[in-house]
């Protein structure tokens, strides 16, 4: 008695394939798990929009609110960007092993002493994950620096404010705001006056 023939293997495997490409409810579950992964990643992936020129959104560019911090002083005690709010303020990132740092900081100094009764604020701080408190309190005192010198010890600031070089200075104005960026060195005390004469007079 003759066989019935059978069907070859590829042909059944095209003919299962087909049959659920037919398949309309396999369809509109796969859709539907296709918008759902889609509104998901839309939603991770949203960026927020840039706030305008004065806006409240921190970030560490010109026309954008600084980011506020919390460091532990050399010397005892602490001190936070917001607390100094309504003062111009000068964040100075360094390291006592920089040259441009070594170069610039008496002229940061010599601008402290002539504005700081005016409403001038620096904040020299020492990225002491890359450097050390030791180093850094012998770099105060040969310089004579009379300015807050907060340690950024576990490298947060220098992250928050994504440090590329050293050193970097961000000029703040009375607002909280990012008025000038000057990354690498050292700045001319011309510089520094030039920039701190301008922020004290933009009431």
Do not use: H
């Not at 506020?68 to 360094?94: C, H, K, M, P």
């Not at 610039?104 to 408190?133: C, F, K, W």
């Amino acid at each position: 008695m003759r066989k019935r023939d059978a069907i070859p293997r590829g042909e059944a495997g095209r003919s299962s394939y087909f049959a659920w490409l037919a398949d309309q409810r396999r369809w509109r579950a796969l859709a539907a798990v296709t918008m759902a992964v889609g509104l998901v990643w839309t939603v991770v992936s949203a960026v927020p929009q840039e706030a305008g020129p004065r806006g409240s959104t921190a970030a560490p560019r010109e026309g954008f609110s600084a980011p506020d911090f919390r460091l532990t002083l050399l010397g005892g005690g602490e001190v936070a960007l917001s607390e100094l709010r309504g003062q111009v303020v000068i964040v100075n990132l360094w390291a006592s092993w920089c040259p441009p740092c070594r170069a610039e900081m008496p002229a940061l100094q010599e601008v402290y002493e002539a504005y700081g009764d005016r409403g001038l604020e620096i904040l020299a701080v020492n990225t002491t994950y890359q450097d050390s408190q030791a180093a850094a309190a012998r770099f105060v005192e040969e310089y004579g620096l009379t300015f807050p010198v907060p340690l950024d010890q576990t490298g947060e600031v220098s992250r928050r404010y994504l440090l590329r070089a050293l050193p970097t200075s961000f000029f703040i104005d009375r607002d909280g705001v990012i008025r000038n960026v000057v990354i690498g060195g050292p700045m001319s005390k011309t510089t520094i006056q030039t920039t701190v004469e301008s922020l004290l007079r933009d009431e």
